[in-house]
């Protein structure tokens, strides 16, 4: 499995988080999420909107060629108004 970094990307408003352009965490292994000790933490409502992508961006390799999981970077917080959000792969 990859492992992923999630990086706040813009903030089209505001965040309710208040997570700043450059905050990130970790996706590692099969399933750990890391956040640096710099940040206070991060937004559970965001998450619980990333995960079912992030468990399928780590296991990518294992999907058909023409998956949109492949050639999908960028994902939205649940708030039209929030958070985009980077996903790069780290292997």
């Not at 970094?5 to 990130?24: M, P, Q, R, W």
């Not at 000790?37 to 990518?60: H, N, W």
């Not at 960028?74 to 980077?86: N, T």
């Amino acid at each position: 499995m990859k492992d992923l970094k999630v990086e706040v990307s813009e903030i089209k408003e505001h965040c309710g988080a208040n997570l700043k352009v450059g905050d990130f965490f970790e996706v590692t292994g099969y399933g750990k999420i890391i956040v640096p000790d710099v940040q206070k933490g991060t937004c559970m409502f965001a998450l619980q909107s990333l995960i079912p992508f992030l468990i399928s961006k780590q296991r990518e390799d294992e999907l058909p060629k023409e998956d949109w999981v492949k050639e999908t970077e960028y994902l939205c917080c649940p708030d039209p108004h929030g958070v985009v959000f980077k996903i790069y792969a780290k292997n």
